[in-house]
């Protein structure tokens, strides 16, 4: 056993930039650097593994099918995965990934968004991303005829499509609580009030307790801090409209994959739409 010096590191790129560190910065902008001992190792592998056969085993004790809680942790890690690939490249990383037991994942960066619209970009690349976790098991169908495979495509079309509802600590509240604050703080603050009471509703009523009370205890824990606004600089109108238009075209491609998992069974567009509203709980 020896006692040495540890070798100089080369600065990483998410190191404070050299103008970081001899520029001085307002107390409340301030960031503490990143020291190399104090960087995230991640969630523990054994962790992980135990957090997600659980997440699954609860998925598929819910919906009763394991191709549907298959599909769903597969496209779950997609979907966090289009999270991280997001951060890295918007300088926010070194991002990880974590699951967390009955709930779901999250995508952890290391570092706050610049801006309000690399903020948008990260929550909408999640479930934009995540659609590509539909592939496969479309794919599958395709080749085999079996309809099973079409539970795959559908869960990982439900899972995006929810994270979209604009109600914290889901993306959809990232993507479109900008927007609404670019107009008024409180604009922002009453809509996610009022779709974060509406989706506990549907929780409630679709028997999503564990789910209802992890966005309940979200939405009481953004209403104590008083605080929506990320760091950064604030969207300007036209990455507002911007914002808006990609919000719009990623749920619509969320729906479309939904029904690429139903029109095969129907063979009707409308018929597709009222199932998959039955099944979300929206029709009879």
Known sequence: MSDIDPPIRRPGPWDPRPEELSAPAPASQTRRPIRVEDADKGQHPLWALISTVLLGGFIWWVTGSAMFAGAAIFGLFVHEYGHVLAMNRLGMGPARIYIIPFLGGLAKSRRLPDSEWHGVLVSLAGPAFGLLAAIPFLAAFYL?????????????????????????????????????????????????????????????????????????????????????????????????????????????????????????????????????????????
């Open 144 to 284: 085999t005829g079996q309809a099973i495979w079409l539970q795959g495509v559908f869960a990982v079309a439900f899972l995006n499509l929810i994270n979209l509802a604009p109600a914290p600590p889901l993306d959809g509240s990232k993507a479109l609580g900008p927007v609404l604050a670019r107009i008024h703080p409180w604009v922002e603050m009453g809509a996610m009030v009022a779709v974060g009471a509406l989706v506990i509703w549907w929780g409630l009523t679709n028997g999503a307790f564990i789910f209802t009370a992890f966005l309940a205890l979200a939405l009481v824990g953004h209403l104590r801090r008083g605080v929506w606004r990320p760091e950064g600089r604030q969207l300007s109108w036209k990455e507002a409209g911007f914002s808006v238009g990609l919000f719009v075209l990623t749920a619509a491609a969320c729906v479309g994959v939904g029904l690429m998992s139903v029109i095969p069974l129907t063979g009707d567009a409308g018929a597709a739409l009222d199932g998959g509203a039955r099944i979300l709980g929206l029709g009879r």
